[in-house]
């Protein structure tokens, strides 16, 4: 992972834990979410135009935690996306819909038979 991404997910997750005593995104709908995108982008453009037009300069630790905020929205919209087209399956069960089968086939499947898939596709990439 390139060390920028590293460097900003870390800044992502700092703002997530600030915000744990509020209880996650699993029960914010995906257009409400969307909203409170655009809101934070408002707020980055805000603080970047406030530190524009003062004597003082940009405030970019605030910038920094403003991206922060746009940059989990986003990341939550996309989590609400993914779990829909995977059928909200567990992580295993959602590589083997990537792998070529449906979120249907998927879901259908035994834990016994998700783990065995699981250990095949494994394999091919461990042998």
Not at 25 to 33: A, H, V
Not at 90 to 114: F, H, I, N, Q, T
Request: hydrophobic content about 35%.
């Amino acid at each position: 992972m390139r060390e920028q991404v590293q460097w900003f997910a870390g800044r992502m997750e700092s703002k997530l834990k600030e915000n744990d005593h509020k209880g996650g995104w699993d029960g914010c709908g995906i257009f409400w979410l969307r909203n409170r995108l655009v809101e934070e982008v408002n707020e980055l453009s805000d603080a970047m135009d406030a530190g524009h037009n003062s004597e003082s300069g940009l405030d970019l630790n605030n910038i920094i935690c403003e991206a922060a905020d746009v940059a989990n929205f986003a990341m939550m919209i996309a989590d609400k996306a993914r779990k829909r087209l995977t059928g909200g399956v567990s992580p295993m069960r959602e590589v083997l819909v990537g792998s070529g089968y449906s979120a249907e086939e998927v879901k259908a499947m035994s834990d016994e038979e998700c783990r065995a898939e699981w250990d095949e596709l494994c394999s091919q990439y461990t042998s």
